[in-house]
T-cell receptor, first 110, second 112 residues
Framework: GIQVEQSPPDLILQEGANSTLRCNFSDSVNNLQWFHQNPWGQLINLFY???GTKQNGRLSATTVATERYSLLYISSSQTTDSGVYFC????????????FGEGTQLTVNP | KAGVTQTPRYLIKTRGQQVTLSCSPISGHRSVSWYQQTPGQGLQFLFE???????NKGNFPGRFSGRQFSNSRSEMNVSTLELGDSALYLC???????????FGDGTRLSIL
């Protein structure tokens, strides 16, 4: 199956700092999503981005499908950004079968 | 537009019992997928249903089963519960396979 690697595994920031999270995947995909899981376990959909670049407020994401990686940028981080960020990919007719990375645990300190 | 609704939110069972979890997808979504999240194994795919048919299945034992109704609502059943089944069970819906998936708040199952 597809392998998904996320880095770094842990990240501690001061409020206001910027960060970049990376996701590498081992095969071509037609589905790639970034999620934020808050401390209550809710998995929030940030981006659906199998290729290209998208921005939503302080967050943006870029996927370079030919090189099999995706980046999530967080600018001017806030304490509410804390949580685990997951990258998940799917391929072919099973694009709905998502394979998740192990996540990046982000802690933003005031 | 209502999101994905999972019930119940919390559940406590004992070993050997069985449990049924429910998931109501976003209106118009026909694909429902189930995932198990544990500290040791992370998020793992259980199965996907589309138009009342199981379309994909993960690597879980036969004790884990599911079904989907004509209104796209889905249920997941786990029989003969084991301590290792303690987990957060998440349901996701999408309009069709490969489209963005939207997750419910999950059911946290604890096995005593």
């Amino acid at each position: 199956g597809i392998q998904v690697e996320q880095s770094p595994p842990d990240l501690i920031l001061q409020e206001g700092a910027n960060s970049t999270l990376r996701c590498n995947f081992s095969d071509s995909v037609n589905n790639l999503q970034w999620f934020h899981q808050n401390p209550w376990g809710q998995l929030i959909n940030l981006f659906y981005i199998p290729s290209g670049t998208k921005q939503n407020g302080r967050l943006s994401a870029t996927t370079v499908a030919t090189e099999r990686y995706s980046l999530l940028y967080i600018s001017s981080s806030q304490t509410t950004d804390s949580g685990v960020y997951f990258c998940a990919v799917g391929k072919g007719t099973s694009g709905s079968r998502l394979t998740f990375g192990e996540g990046t645990q982000l802690t933003v300190n005031p | 537009k209502a999101g994905v609704t999972q019930t119940p939110r919390y559940l406590i069972k004992t070993r050997g019992q069985q449990v049924t979890l429910s998931c109501s997808p976003i209106s118009g979504h026909r694909s429902v997928s189930w995932y198990q999240q544990t500290p040791g194994q992370g998020l793992q795919f259980l199965f996907e249903y589309f138009s009342e048919t199981q379309r994909n299945k993960g690597n879980f034992p036969g004790r884990f089963s599911g079904r989907q109704f004509s209104n796209s609502r889905s249920e997941m059943n786990v029989s003969t519960l084991e301590l290792g089944d303690s987990a957060l069970y998440l349901c996701a819906s999408s309009w069709a396979g490969g489209q963005p998936q939207h997750f419910g708040d999950g059911t946290r199952l604890s096995i005593l």
